[in-house]
């Protein structure tokens, strides 16, 4: 059974920065690829980023891409979701996932496994 956890969320200022982890309990749980998805209130959850383990490929939704980065260490498997200039509308839970499918692009493929959520609030 997959066991990633997630850390790093909390309440943040309009403008301010806050970064998230996910920590893959083993090295067999992280899959191919992590990704991040989101999901606000009454919203549905989409797809925010993700980053291949190994080439070290990266996706972002259109939305953050120029605030958010995403990295990862291997040696610890773990990914970093930086994100910052955050806006009101970032608000949400987030969560992240592995994927093991190794074609399409990131934000398309199926992700099995899942992390519990970190809730990120910005508010003045």
């Known amino acids: 059974q997959v066991q990633l956890v997630e850390s790093g969320g909390g309440l943040v200022q309009p403008g301010g920065s806050l970064r998230l982890s996910c920590a893959a309990s083993?090295?067999?749980?992280?899959?191919?690829?992590m990704g991040w998805f989101r999901q606000g209130p009454g919203k549905e959850r989409e797809f925010v980023a993700a980053?291949?383990?190994?080439?070290?490929?990266?996706e972002f939704r259109d939305s953050v891409k120029g605030r958010f980065a995403i990295s990862r260490d291997n040696s610890k498997n773990t990914v970093y979701l930086q994100m910052n200039n955050l806006k009101p509308e970032d608000a949400a839970v987030y969560y992240c996932?592995?994927?093991?499918?190794?074609?399409?692009?990131?934000?398309?493929?199926?992700?099995?496994?899942w992390g519990q959520g970190t809730q990120v609030t910005v508010s003045s």
């Open positions: 996932a592995t994927t093991r499918q190794r074609t399409s692009a990131l934000s398309k493929r199926l992700y099995d496994g």
């Open positions: 980053i291949h383990w190994g080439m070290g490929d990266t």
């Open positions: 083993e090295r067999t749980f992280r899959g191919v690829a």
